[in-house]
């Protein structure tokens, strides 16, 4: 170990060591240098959007440690700036950056509430924004601010939190498209997002701004103030900031089109009898329900079925994929929840830095950010209860119906839709701090060391779950003798109780109230609160510990090419990440009520503690070779080179590089590309997780229905796994499956022998600056990513839909489906990542700015984003099929956004489009095969159509007011969606003020 811990100390003393020698050796003055030096904020706090025209100074671009003139930058990039953002009406920085097109399947607000958590994460997840790169997920997007890493926000990830990140604070977002680890490090597979904060502001600024859904819901409020101050003849500065934003909650019900009586779903045609005209194996059926459940409870007894509240139960007419339309049983419309969560964040940054002299800059950066997120998800329930009939809260026709029939007991299936919603509160406190030091060491040298520390706490509430031992006694209820009134039996009796008690001391004192259950809203809600546990906190920790230093410059001194010197970064990095889960005792004693945070009766479900660590040595270094300069044919031409060289305590030592060049045969247009090879080392959940719960509905690929909508071999797969298991194909559907509607239990495990994934890169692209058309620029950029030894951790039903659409079932995916014995249903399951996936995404970006400056008729800027997806394919495992992903959801094959901006004089009008095409509704597999699979106008969600438009006018040269209306034309989710290919929010008005700026 002591050898292995020196090795690693040479590695970065060597290779820094050896470079500022050389630089310090070179104490002559020479020509003045080259490249500007490097901002004191990090490698990337002085860049610019690579794709615009900018100046003669030299700045560091996203992608690179090298100071370069911007149009020389190899790696494509697209940026928008600050005032695209504010332009946009967007206080969710997730929500903008959706219009990128390599970032259209981030998490955002929207996708983190209700019963939706980002990797079905099911503590601390309400409210995450992620960001997705290329569709290739979030664990391989690297998310930066000012060139540095951000320390993590999702529990046992390296997942950021953009809230954690202040909007108003943001001078620029850079989206680069992967070959990333060789200058950052790991985890940048499909590429890096850089956030670039402002710096050195001298003034006072302020912006507040309201918003409001044109159906009076869904409402924010944001507002920041900056102020800044210059100091010792622009040598020091000290800029402090605040911003604050909240979030009213919409819930399903908010929306008419989401309600049980206009809501539509695709099921399986009951009917359906093989190809015939307007016959489809998938239709739309209406109020939906799930059978065998209702509001007031289902009994059955004698033969007969019956609400809770006495009356018959009406079964409603039997649809497919084992639910029913119309009748007495609950509605699945609602079960979903929230459609956004109720936040509320506040951010307090402090930047400051002091130029001692030309060698030694100092820089500070602090922050602290506290986000709150609520959200409710589905109802509880009692699956089921049991009741003895001296219950006095028993109607008398089920009393007399049970006497009839001979029972002593009556058995109710209750979904709790009267009670409130299972919910979770989450807090994030994120602490971050930046020292950095900087400074010339030559002429022809810069150096800069800097350390980062950043901690994420978490605050985990889960809401409305219930005590097994206090609901259990509230539900045991029979008449008080001495008041002939309803009581709890353990008041009276306290070794009556049905289970052990440890939230109460059962008798005449213990609090019990008695429930009752048997209708719907006819509990005491006082009932209710004292089974309810109040206090069901957790908390988790995340920490992030970066220790870098580099060395930039150039060989000015010795040499140049005839393009210019060659110029250099080299440098070393320590990085230590940890991540903690402390669930309560409620959680890892399995005190709730049957299913309320899971399957307590099931002995695999258990919740535990989590712990994780790794740290990692890093060595890296960069060249640039100016080969030729305005030279005909040659306005530029120049080729690069980056490595890296990391040794984890968890996977080894891995290495990443890169190649790149840039040709400019004249200065109207450039051509760049790289190659280069990228690596991710699993993250701490990936390899430390203990087995934890976790729920998925199954839609099981096995289904008679279902059987040809996969690969080739499902059909056969299918057959032979329920024969072995004792079931019968023929009848082997949704209908026939008593747990087809119902939640499964499964279980979600770590892997400790996983080993880092790897990724090739190139990108090839094209810049045009024309100067015939002063303040245009247009580039295009092909990329194409291959990702092997990935690392895979999939849903639950895709892990069912990959175990049968192998070549066998003699896989890993088999392995993590439980299935009954005689049946062959889908009874358990278990969720492990893997090396054993390949993906590969190839495509083509393409970005437009052009700026027309008029005598009379103003400022004219038009800004195009678009993005080809031309292949997002998944290989589950080597030799099998792979899985065509484009045009999926969230990965569709077109999309843009175009922003036009005029501005004359005060008055400034913004216009935002954003718009992608229709995408498959069913896997590319189960379409191709079956031409009537569903109707026509079904097989693809519409088009995304969101008109935004925003008018401001400057009052005064520090005072403006602005409005605006997003999703104008009030664009609804399709049909059997309520979040795509737009969120349910519908059209959404807001109104702000701003106030002061940079002197």
Not at 811 to 830: D, E
């Amino acid at each position: 170990m002591q050898d292995k811990a020196s090795c690693r100390a040479a590695i970065v003393a060597g290779v820094l060591l050896s470079s500022i020698g050389q630089a310090a050796a070179q104490e002559a003055p020479a020509q003045p240098p080259a490249a500007a030096p490097v901002g004191q904020s990090g490698p990337d706090d002085r860049a610019a959007p690579a794709d615009q025209t900018s100046g003669s100074a030299d700045i560091v671009v996203t992608g690179s440690r090298i100071t370069r003139p911007d149009y020389a930058a190899p790696n494509p990039i697209v940026s928008f700036g600050a005032a695209n953002i504010q332009q946009s009406g967007n206080t969710n920085v997730t929500s903008f950056l959706q219009r990128v097109p390599a970032l259209t399947n981030s998490v955002d607000s929207t996708q983190s509430a209700g019963s939706d958590r980002p990797g079905g994460q099911l503590y601390g997840a309400a409210g995450l924004n992620l960001l997705d790169l290329r569709g290739l997920g979030t664990a391989r997007t690297l998310v930066l601010v000012n060139g540095r890493r951000h320390v993590a926000s999702q529990i046992d990830s390296a997942a950021v939190d953009v809230n954690a990140i202040p909007t108003d604070l943001i001078e620029r977002v850079d989206v680069l498209t992967g070959g990333a680890s060789a200058v950052y490090g790991a985890d940048g597979v499909s590429g890096v997002v850089n956030f670039i904060l402002k710096r050195d502001f001298d003034g006072v600024t302020a912006r507040a701004q309201m918003g409001i859904s044109d159906q009076g819901d869904a409402g924010n409020r944001f507002a920041s103030i900056g102020a800044g101050r210059n100091f010792a003849g622009g040598r020091g500065n000290v800029t402090l900031f605040y911003e604050y934003n909240a979030d009213s909650p919409l819930r399903n019900d908010d929306r008419a089109f989401l309600r049980r009586e206009n809501r539509r779903y695709l099921v399986p045609n009951l009917a359906y009898n093989g190809p015939a005209a307007g016959s489809y194996q998938q239709v739309l059926a209406g109020d939906l329900r799930y059978p065998y459940g209702t509001p007031s409870g289902y009994i059955e007894m004698g033969g007969n079925a019956y609400n809770g509240d006495g009356t018959r139960y009406d079964p409603g007419t039997q649809v497919g994929g084992g639910f029913v339309s119309g009748g007495s049983a609950t509605p699945v419309a609602g079960y979903v929840g929230d459609l956004l969560s109720a936040t509320e964040r506040h951010a307090v940054n402090l930047l400051t830095h002091y130029d001692v002299s030309d060698a030694f800059k100092l820089s500070l950066e602090g922050k602290f950010v506290q986000s709150t997120a609520t959200t409710f998800g589905g109802f509880s329930g009692n699956y089921p209860a049991v009741f003895t009939l001296d219950n006095p809260y028993i109607p008398t026709a089920l009393r007399n119906a049970a006497l009839l029939a001979g029972e002593t007991t009556i058995v109710s299936n209750r979904n709790n839709t009267d009670f409130p919603r299972l919910g979770e509160s989450d807090r994030r406190r994120t602490w971050r701090g930046v020292v950095d030091a900087s400074g010339r060491v030559t002429d022809h040298a810069q150096y800069d060391v800097s350390l980062t520390y950043g901690q994420t706490d978490v605050r985990i509430t889960k809401l409305n779950s219930r005590w097994n031992d206090r609901f259990t006694a509230a539900l045991d209820v029979v008449t008080d003798p001495s008041t002939g009134r309803p009581t709890c039996r353990s008041n009276l009796n306290p070794a009556a109780l049905q289970v052990p008690a440890y939230s109460f001391t059962p008798g005449a004192g213990s609090g019990c109230l008695p429930l009752n259950t048997f209708g719907s809203g006819v509990y005491d809600p006082a009932a209710l609160a004292w089974a309810t546990n109040r206090d069901n906190v957790s908390t988790a920790r995340l920490t992030q510990t970066v220790v870098s230093a580099q060395l930039t410059g150039d060989f000015g001194a010795l040499f140049t090419l005839p393009g210019g010197p060659i110029q250099f970064a080299v440098g070393g990095e320590y990085r230590r990440e940890t991540s903690r889960f402390d669930p309560n005792g409620f959680l890892t004693g399995k005190q709730w009520y049957q299913y309320d945070e899971g399957d307590s009766f099931d002995p695999n479900y258990v919740i535990s503690r989590s712990r994780g660590a790794f740290d990692v040595w890093e060595a890296f270094g960069e060249l640039n070779l100016p080969l030729l300069k305005d030279q005909p044919f040659a306005q530029t031409l120049s080729v690069g080179a980056a490595g890296r060289l990391s040794d984890y305590s968890t996977v080894g030592r891995t290495q990443a590089w890169q190649f790149n060049g840039v040709w400019a045969p004249i200065r109207d247009i450039t051509f760049r590309g790289s190659y280069g090879q990228s690596v991710r080392a699993p993250n701490i959940g990936e390899l430390f997780q203990p087995t934890s719960p976790t729920t998925n509905y199954f839609v099981d690929p096995c289904y008679l229905e279902n059987r040809n909508a996969g690969s080739a071999t499902r059909a056969t797969n299918c057959v032979a796994l329920i024969n072995t298991l004792g079931g019968n194909p023929a009848t082997f559907t949704a209908n026939n499956n008593p747990d087809a509607a119902v939640l499964i239990n499964g279980s979600r495990t770590g892997n400790p022998g996983l080993k880092e994934e790897t990724a090739r890169t190139w990108t090839a692209g094209t810049v045009l600056r024309p100067r015939f058309l002063p303040g245009l620029s247009v580039s295009a950029d092909w990329y194409d990513i291959r990702l092997r030894d990935a690392i895979n951790t999939a849903d639950a039903n895709t892990i069912a839909n990959l175990c049968v659409d192998q070549p066998t079932l003699a896989n890993v995916f088999c392995a993590a489906i439980r299935r009954r014995q005689g049946t062959g249903y889908i009874n358990g399951f278990s969720v492990q990542p893997q090396n054993v996936a390949s993906f590969r995404t190839a495509g083509l970006d393409v970005n437009l700015s052009y700026v027309v400056r008029t005598a009379r008729a103003g400022t004219f800027d038009l800004r195009f984003v678009g993005g080809y997806l031309d292949r997002l394919e998944q290989i589950a495992t080597p030799g099998a099929q792979p899985e065509d992903q484009v045009d999926q959801p969230g990965r569709p094959k077109f999309n843009f956004v175009a922003s036009p901006t005029w501005s004359l004089d005060r008055l400034t009008i913004s216009y935002n489009l954003r718009w992608f095409d229709r995408t498959r509704r069913f896997p590319k597999a189960a379409t191709d095969a079956n031409p009537d699979y569903a109707a026509p106008d079904l097989l693809r969600y519409k088009e995304l159509w969101q008109h935004d438009v925003q008018v401001q006018y400057a009052v005064a040269p520090d005072f403006a007011l602005y409005g605006g209306v997003n999703n104008l034309t009030g664009q609804k989710p399709d049909v059997d969606s309520y979040d795509y290919p737009i969120p349910s929010l519908g059209r959404y008005l807001y109104v702000g003020v701003k106030l002061g700026g940079r002197r």
